[in-house]
């Protein structure tokens, strides 16, 4: 069964049908994020690393109605409007990732809703059920940093 995340405080445009995530099991997608401000509901005025770290902090702020955090990102495909700001928006981006980085799809566009300038569209998955396993006495001993339940 698909569990919906909606009414998520920073949704400027909710009166248009879509849902900021749906969850069916572990499975987390989290549809195109803006960068828009949750308390003004409008564009966030600024370059490309400004617009990227609201639309990835609009991201955690869905993740979190799911109590996951960026670890749990698997993929992540960023849309811009202009590809000569990619190593700014990549700044920007890596910040909120400290050991593992999803695999990204970046593609540039002529334009998109609000006039901004990237939208990111994410995938995670819930692993703590699986942590929880891993941690007990369960998993392999050969140090490889890997537990192999369910393998």
């Known amino acids: 069964m698909l569990q919906e995340c909606t009414n998520i405080k920073h949704t400027a445009d909710a009166e248009h049908p879509y849902s900021d995530g749906l969850r069916l099991g572990d499975f987390i997608w989290i549809g195109g994020q ?11 005025e ?6 990227t770290k609201k639309a990835m902090e609009n991201i955690l702020c869905i993740l979190k109605n799911y109590e996951l955090n960026a670890d749990h990102l698997t993929r992540m495909t960023i849309y811009m409007t202009d590809m000569d700001e990619y190593d700014d928006m990549s700044s920007a981006y890596g910040e909120f990732f400290h ?3 999803p695999t990204r799809t970046v593609v540039g566009v002529n334009a998109l809703p609000h006039h901004a300038k ?6 995670a998955l819930d ?7 891993c941690e007990e006495d369960c998993c392999d001993d050969d140090d490889d940093g890997f537990c192999s339940i369910g393998v």
Do not use: F, H, M, S
Not at 34 to 44: H, R, S
Not at 46 to 51: E, N, R, S, T, V
């Open 118 to 123: 990237i939208e990111i569209e994410a995938y």
């Open 99 to 101: 050991n593992i980085y």
């Open 46 to 51: 600024g370059d490309i690393k400004a617009q």
């Open 34 to 44: 803006y960068p828009i401000d949750g308390e003004t509901g409008k564009l966030v």
């Open 127 to 133: 692993t703590r059920a699986l942590e929880v396993l």
